[in-house]
């Protein structure tokens, strides 16, 4: 039904990823094994393996290329088991997101980077997550959509040390959700546009 209404792009990184165990999520993955081979779409966020958590996903839209990543800040205390190579991306990995983002920065036009972090139900950010998005920004990330609290927050742009600025959405909130408390009701849906300038290329 999603695809069906137009979403191309998925992410499956967040904190319910191993609520049924590493089986649950291997499940996951074949479908949407099945689901990227059936559409035209995109799922990031986990990963059989290393080699296949290294291999950014590209997307080209209207002759732009577009690189989209994905991490969560927790898994509600669940681990990958030790002999599992299933890889999943962690916020607290900053080697890895920088290493990945600036990787994306060179095959790519524009890097999304999709945040499952935050604390639930409030609309306050945490400087922690004030501190990573400005830090993902710097490293080169255009976009950054974030998830989790379950309530709308602010958005804004950063700026990097050369002047130029990305965006970040700290938490869009709830788009289907069965949560009925009065601050889980509002969400955004963001809407911005990705503009490559033909004669430059930025």
Same mark, same amino acid.
């Given at each position: #039904?999603?695809?069906?209404?137009?979403?191309? @792009?998925?992410?499956?990184?967040?904190?319910?990823?191993?609520?049924? +165990?590493?089986?649950?999520?291997?499940?996951?993955?074949?479908?949407? *094994?099945?689901?990227?081979?059936?559409?035209?779409?995109?799922?990031?966020? #986990?990963?059989?393996?290393?080699? !296949?958590?290294?291999? @950014?996903?590209?997307?080209?839209?209207?002759?732009?290329?577009?690189?989209?990543? #994905?991490?969560?800040?927790?898994?509600?205390?669940?681990?990958?088991?030790? !002999?599992?190579? @299933?890889?999943?991306? !962690?916020?607290?990995?900053?080697?890895?997101?920088?290493?990945?983002?600036?990787?994306?920065?060179?095959?790519?036009?524009?890097?999304?980077?999709?945040?499952?972090?935050?604390?639930?139900?409030?609309?306050?950010?945490?400087?922690?997550?004030? $501190?990573?998005?400005?830090?993902?920004?710097?490293?080169?990330? !255009?976009?950054?959509?974030?998830?989790?609290?379950?309530?709308?927050? +602010?958005? $804004?742009?950063?700026?990097?040390?050369?002047?130029?600025?990305?965006?970040?959405?700290?938490?869009?909130?709830?788009? @289907?959700?069965?949560?009925?408390?009065?601050?889980?009701?509002?969400?955004?849906?963001? +809407?911005?546009?990705?503009?490559? *300038?033909?004669?430059?290329?930025?």
């Amino acid at each position: #039904a999603m695809v069906d209404v137009g979403f191309d @792009i998925f992410t499956l990184a967040n904190n319910h990823m191993l609520d049924k +165990t590493i089986y649950g999520l291997e499940s996951s993955l074949d479908y949407w *094994d099945g689901m990227m081979q059936k559409y035209p779409i995109l799922a990031v966020g #986990a990963y059989r393996n290393e080699e !296949d958590q290294n291999r @950014i996903r590209v997307q080209e839209v209207n002759g732009m290329k577009i690189a989209y990543l #994905a991490y969560t800040e927790h898994l509600n205390g669940y681990s990958i088991p030790a !002999d599992s190579p @299933i890889r999943i991306g !962690d916020t607290e990995d900053e080697v890895l997101i920088e290493r990945q983002i600036k990787e994306a920065k060179e095959i790519a036009d524009a890097v999304v980077v999709a945040a499952h972090w935050g604390t639930e139900d409030t609309h306050i950010v945490r400087d922690d997550v004030k $501190e990573l998005a400005q830090k993902m920004i710097n490293w080169g990330a !255009d976009v950054i959509l974030g998830s989790h609290p379950h309530t709308a927050q +602010t958005m $804004e742009y950063l700026e990097r040390e050369d002047g130029t600025m990305g965006f970040v959405y700290y938490s869009l909130g709830n788009f @289907i959700s069965a949560q009925t408390d009065n601050f889980n009701m509002i969400g955004e849906m963001g +809407t911005f546009d990705l503009v490559k *300038d033909g004669e430059t290329g930025k």
